[in-house]
Structure formats: structure tokens, C-alpha cells
């Protein structure tokens, strides 16, 4: 029935909320879930910059992709989509 699913380690460290937010794996942010940060590389495609740093995320019906951290932190992106509308 369901799709495999990537199982990730996801165990925040202890001290992510002391790091001044700029490390925010393993943080939730309404149905997402940080992975990890994007690789220089990964957010020059996505992004043409690497000024404000982006993320991977994980929404709760398991789509994986990238959100800015402004849009993460600022609760702008709270799912992929499937949950933002609200409309049943
Ligand atoms: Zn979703």
C-alpha cells in the first residue's frame, strides 16, 4: 500500500535551538520536518544565490523538497501543499 519510504535519521542534537538558528535540522515547522541543509551547489541551482540559505524538508505525506529558512522560520511554507488549504 504505501510507498517506500526513506527512513532518515532525523535525531536533532541537543544544542540545534542554541545555535542562534542557524542550524535547524531535525526542527519542525508545521508539517515539515528539516533534513538538512542545501549544498552550495544545490541552492545555486535552485536559487541563483547562496545568500539566504535553504533547506531540505520532509512534509508529512513524505514529499521531500527545498525551502528558503526565511520562509521556513517566518511560517510562510508550513507544508508541501497537501496540508496549507485546509479545505475539508
Ligand atoms: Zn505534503
Not at 25 to 47: H, I, S
Amino acid at each position: 500500500m504505501s510507498d517506500l519510504m526513506e527512513v532518515l535519521d532525523l535525531d536533532p542534537p541537543p544544542d540545534v535551538q542554541q545555535s542562534r538558528g542557524m542550524d535547524i535540522a531535525g526542527k519542525a515547522f508545521g508539517y515539515l520536518t528539516v533534513v538538512r541543509k542545501l549544498t552550495r551547489d544545490e541552492q545555486e541551482q535552485k536559487y541563483r544565490s547562496t545568500k539566504s540559505s535553504a533547506w531540505w524538508v520532509r512534509c508529512v505525506c513524505g514529499i521531500r523538497f527545498s525551502v528558503r529558512r526565511y520562509d521556513l522560520v517566518s511560517g510562510n511554507t508550513k507544508s508541501c501543499g497537501c496540508r496549507g488549504k485546509a479545505s475539508r
